[in-house]
């Protein structure tokens, strides 16, 4: 992982500037529908104060980007660098995945 | 849509330079999200709590995200506000012990003296560097009110005239109050003044909050030199090391006169048994110990932000 994915939160499934990225992924959003998508896809719902407060991080550290305004919404995208960290992260991620599953495979094994 | 409630006081806790980028947008998302209805008092206190640390962040006393200019000015404010911590636990310091030399054996007085005026001397030396940081940005100052005006000067300092002026008048009514008292009632002094005494030092608590607080709000509107900013880091650093000082003092007299006299502490009959530990000395040491706990942490951050500053290349167009 980047510099700037440990230094603003990559690391755990419910960071915010990782569900962030992980939303904007699929294409460019503005606040409302990216709360609306993180509920969804991952069942957490950001408050007001950790959303925008992930999304100024991430934009100050060039992970994302602002799109021009639409009736006052200001839709965000994924950069290239955000790109790699949340390929990084999810890399990363994987790997704990990958060995919970293989760990969880032998023990049921055993236990047959 | 057609809604129109107004967020504006959900916002105040964020500072203006992140009102100004993200405030409209932000307000549209509340509106989205809470519609007509109130905003949930967890949500409120998600504002409350990251407006908070985005005010910390754009004022460079935490994170990296600032320039180290801004880092060494915010973090000397926070050395500054320590000082502020050390000045209400100080004067109540002076004020628990003034007596102490003659409430305890002239035997034991070597070692206490020495503590005491360890502590004399590195007050004062602190009373030194914030008059000669003051006088550094004085011309700063000067530019700035010749910019802004005198009106938008005065919108900054009102309230810090204001608690000057109520907390002055107070002083003034409870030290003629005190002056005029009979020789018996000197010996007992009444409740009423007792309790005048303790609003008289909330008010200058409060009224050094607010000075504290418009010399931080002026501070970062001057517009000061990279020279003039490492100057005030040194200064700050200089007065942490004068605030260590003043804790050893006051800690090394706390315990050689708890060692030798702890009747001082309590009933002042020598020989007579008392706790060392009376709650006012307590409360005394934990708030210079928070003083010194923010003076480390601003020292540390103005040193990491001289030595990025040194690494990194001037910045061009900066004036004082």
């Given at each position: 992982m980047g510099k700037a994915g440990k230094a603003i939160g990559l690391?755990?499934?419910?960071?915010p500037p990782l569900l962030i990225l992980t939303s904007l992924a699929e294409g460019p959003k503005h606040g409302y529908a990216l709360s609306q998508d993180i509920e969804q896809f991952a069942g957490v719902q950001l408050s007001p104060g950790a959303l925008y407060g992930a999304i100024a991080r991430l934009e100050e550290r060039g992970l994302i980007e602002a799109l021009p305004e639409v009736e006052r919404r200001r839709p965000y995208r994924v950069t290239a660098a955000g790109s790699a960290e949340l390929a990084q992260a999810m890399r990363e991620m994987r790997r704990v995945v990958d060995v919970g599953t293989h760990r969880l495979g032998l023990l049921k094994g055993w236990l047959a | 849509m057609g809604r129109s409630i107004d967020h504006s006081d959900d916002l105040k806790w964020y500072p203006r330079s992140w009102r100004e980028h993200y405030g409209e947008e932000f307000a549209v998302f509340l509106q989205d999200r809470y519609g007509d209805g109130p905003v949930p008092m967890s949500a409120r206190l998600s504002m409350i709590r990251c407006g908070t640390v985005e005010r910390l962040r754009t004022g460079g006393?935490?994170?990296?995200?600032?320039?180290a200019d801004r880092r060494i000015r915010g973090a000397s404010l926070l050395v500054l506000c320590a000082w502020g911590l050390f000045v209400v636990a100080g004067a109540a310091f002076a004020k628990y012990t003034e007596h102490w030399p003659l409430a305890?054996?002239?035997?034991?007085h070597r070692m206490p003296e020495v503590a005491m005026g360890l502590v004399r001397v590195a007050a004062a030396a602190g009373v030194f560097i914030v008059l000669i940081a003051g006088l550094v940005t004085l011309p700063a100052l000067v530019a700035l009110v010749r910019t802004d005006g005198w009106k938008s000067m005065w919108a900054t300092i009102r309230m810090m005239v204001v608690s000057a002026a109520v907390t002055g008048t107070a002083a003034i009514v409870i030290v003629s109050w005190n002056a005029h008292l009979s020789p018996s009632q000197s010996v007992t002094t009444p409740w009423s003044l007792r309790a005048a005494g303790v609003v008289g030092g909330l008010l200058v608590v409060a009224a050094l909050a607010v000075c504290l607080g418009t010399v931080v709000a002026i501070v970062y509107r001057l517009r000061l030199s990279d020279q003039v900013t490492r100057v005030l880091g040194v200064l700050a650093m200089a007065m942490s090391g004068a605030l260590v000082l003043i804790f050893a003092g006051a800690l090394t007299w706390w315990i050689t006169t708890a060692m030798h006299a702890p009747w001082f502490f309590g009933?002042?009959?020598?020989r007579s048994p008392s706790s060392p530990a009376p709650l006012a000395m307590v409360v005394m040491a934990l708030t210079m110990l928070s003083g010194l706990g923010l003076a480390g942490f601003g020292t540390v951050r103005i040193a990491v932000g001289m030595g990025r500053s040194r690494c990194a290349p001037a910045p061009a167009g900066r004036t004082e």
């Amino acid at each position: 992982m980047g510099k700037a994915g440990k230094a603003i939160g990559l690391r755990r499934v419910n960071d915010p500037p990782l569900l962030i990225l992980t939303s904007l992924a699929e294409g460019p959003k503005h606040g409302y529908a990216l709360s609306q998508d993180i509920e969804q896809f991952a069942g957490v719902q950001l408050s007001p104060g950790a959303l925008y407060g992930a999304i100024a991080r991430l934009e100050e550290r060039g992970l994302i980007e602002a799109l021009p305004e639409v009736e006052r919404r200001r839709p965000y995208r994924v950069t290239a660098a955000g790109s790699a960290e949340l390929a990084q992260a999810m890399r990363e991620m994987r790997r704990v995945v990958d060995v919970g599953t293989h760990r969880l495979g032998l023990l049921k094994g055993w236990l047959a | 849509m057609g809604r129109s409630i107004d967020h504006s006081d959900d916002l105040k806790w964020y500072p203006r330079s992140w009102r100004e980028h993200y405030g409209e947008e932000f307000a549209v998302f509340l509106q989205d999200r809470y519609g007509d209805g109130p905003v949930p008092m967890s949500a409120r206190l998600s504002m409350i709590r990251c407006g908070t640390v985005e005010r910390l962040r754009t004022g460079g006393i935490i994170g990296s995200s600032v320039n180290a200019d801004r880092r060494i000015r915010g973090a000397s404010l926070l050395v500054l506000c320590a000082w502020g911590l050390f000045v209400v636990a100080g004067a109540a310091f002076a004020k628990y012990t003034e007596h102490w030399p003659l409430a305890t054996p002239q035997v034991d007085h070597r070692m206490p003296e020495v503590a005491m005026g360890l502590v004399r001397v590195a007050a004062a030396a602190g009373v030194f560097i914030v008059l000669i940081a003051g006088l550094v940005t004085l011309p700063a100052l000067v530019a700035l009110v010749r910019t802004d005006g005198w009106k938008s000067m005065w919108a900054t300092i009102r309230m810090m005239v204001v608690s000057a002026a109520v907390t002055g008048t107070a002083a003034i009514v409870i030290v003629s109050w005190n002056a005029h008292l009979s020789p018996s009632q000197s010996v007992t002094t009444p409740w009423s003044l007792r309790a005048a005494g303790v609003v008289g030092g909330l008010l200058v608590v409060a009224a050094l909050a607010v000075c504290l607080g418009t010399v931080v709000a002026i501070v970062y509107r001057l517009r000061l030199s990279d020279q003039v900013t490492r100057v005030l880091g040194v200064l700050a650093m200089a007065m942490s090391g004068a605030l260590v000082l003043i804790f050893a003092g006051a800690l090394t007299w706390w315990i050689t006169t708890a060692m030798h006299a702890p009747w001082f502490f309590g009933s002042l009959v020598p020989r007579s048994p008392s706790s060392p530990a009376p709650l006012a000395m307590v409360v005394m040491a934990l708030t210079m110990l928070s003083g010194l706990g923010l003076a480390g942490f601003g020292t540390v951050r103005i040193a990491v932000g001289m030595g990025r500053s040194r690494c990194a290349p001037a910045p061009a167009g900066r004036t004082e």
